[in-house]
């Protein structure tokens, strides 16, 4: 049920990352800049003119004009010219446990990149499976994330550690750690690294026939892969 509960909501964070997506009609300058609206009137060879607004309008040039998409998606872009601006982002991922605990996590991450660097807070859920019994580890992971881009482009290998607390639903409340190498590719990315949690044992003994059951937490180390996105 737990695992079915994770996918419920990694599916539903797919549907709201979805949403960080418009239709517009949208005109890309030369300049890299991109003015998204709704096309009004077309001059052929002279000029489009593009509603940004109720009541506002911008005339662009033909040959200031590089192209233009129809009504297409456009993400909310991150780029200019290809290389990174700064200003508020948000990444999703998915991704998969295995070590002392097996399973899945999904995080959202949001706050702000400063040059190369990116400093942000994100939540998530984990579901998971304690390898060292019986035990279900389930929790809503809180954070503080920050990431550094070796590279001002749009692909480049980056290095993420967070640090913060998984509230356990079932399980043990405890620390929440990671850090990661990965490569980020336009807006996807795809990521290697180690995160360690508090898991919970559960040992059960008998005494003068009497049955015990002692409740132990430890940290439990997992390595991680993750595939995931921004916006």
């Known amino acids: 049920m737990k695992k079915l509960i994770s996918l419920i909501l990694l599916m539903a964070f797919s549907v709201l990352l979805s949403f960080a997506r418009e239709r517009f009609d949208v005109i890309r300058l030369k300049n890299g800049s991109i003015i998204k609206g709704k096309i009004a009137e077309i001059a052929v060879d002279q000029y489009i003119k593009i509603q940004i607004s109720d009541s506002t309008y911008i005339t662009c040039s033909y040959n200031d004009i590089a192209r233009t998409s129809k009504s297409g998606k456009v993400w909310k872009s991150n780029y200019k010219d290809g290389t990174f601006k700064s200003g508020p982002m948000g990444f999703f991922n998915g991704a998969i446990l ?5 399973g899945l996590k999904s995080t959202f991450a949001y706050g702000a990149r400063f040059n190369k660097f990116f400093v942000g807070g994100g ?13 279900v580890h389930f929790a809503v992971p809180i954070f503080v994330d920050a990431r550094f881009d070796f590279i001002k482009n749009a692909t480049t290998p980056y290095l993420e550690a967070r640090a913060g607390s998984e509230i356990a639903v079932e399980g043990k409340t405890g620390f929440y750690g990671s850090i990661l190498l990965g490569c980020k590719i336009s807006r996807f990315q795809l990521g290697l690294g180690l995160e360690q949690t508090t898991g919970r044992k559960i040992e059960n003994t008998y005494e003068y026939g009497e049955h015990i059951e002692k409740e132990y937490s430890y940290p439990a180390r997992n390595a991680v892969f993750i595939i995931g996105c921004e916006f």
Request: no cysteine; aromatic share 6%; net charge negative.
């Open 123 to 135: 939540l998530g859920l984990t579901s998971s499976h304690e390898n060292t019994g019986d035990d």
């Open 98 to 102: 295995y070590g002392d605990q097996t």
